[in-house]
């Protein structure tokens, strides 16, 4: 199995954290993985030009043209985002935006998982979630699993022996 991971975290910490874990765990049940940041690449607002309608690729020539690939590549993809006001990052939703001229041969089908940690509570990241439910409905996605972590500090996750068991028994539940 081929997994690709996209962090729309615009920091190191506990979103990065939880998806290197259930990356890790994956590659012990045998599957290939990759984790793509967001905040280390660049990625250009879409313009809204509609010339991906007629010849089905992105004009904007940035770090994009790397990941498409990538992502047609995967069995799996997993995404990743901070909550933020009861949704994705900007990076993350600048992210999905872009996947709009990729989206009917590159992701239709796809299987994906969505890992959301937040402050608040489990109301507000059942908004993010229920926020990618919708975008994969929209381009024909299938979501397999989703798992959302309340942290209130940078490094929560990885000092909790709780919540890793609870990552380790999802990845386990998901590729096991």
């Known amino acids: 199995m081929n997994i690709i991971a996209i962090c729309g975290s615009p920091r190191e910490g ?75 990052t900007g990076l993350m939703k600048n992210f999905l935006d872009r996947l709009h001229s990729n989206y009917k041969k590159v992701l239709k089908d796809k299987k994906f998982v969505f890992i959301t940690v937040g402050q608040a509570d489990m109301e507000s990241l059942n908004k993010t979630i229920k926020y990618v439910e919708n975008f994969a409905d929209i381009v024909k996605m299938f979501m397999v699993g989703d798992l959302g972590l309340i942290a209130k500090n940078p490094q929560d996750i990885e000092n909790d022996p709780d919540k890793i068991k609870k990552i380790d028994e999802f990845t386990e539940g998901l590729i096991g």
Request: net charge negative; charged share 30%.
């Open 14 to 88: 506990n979103t990065e954290f939880t998806l290197k874990r259930i990356l890790t765990k994956a590659e012990e049940f045998g599957a290939s993985s990759e984790l793509v940041l967001l905040r280390e690449k660049r990625i250009e607002f879409c313009d809204g030009c509609l010339s991906c309608s007629s010849t089905g690729k992105c004009k904007i020539r940035d770090d994009m043209q790397l990941i498409y690939p990538k992502l047609e590549e995967a069995d799996l993809i997993i995404f990743g985002s901070p909550t933020y006001f009861d949704c994705v």
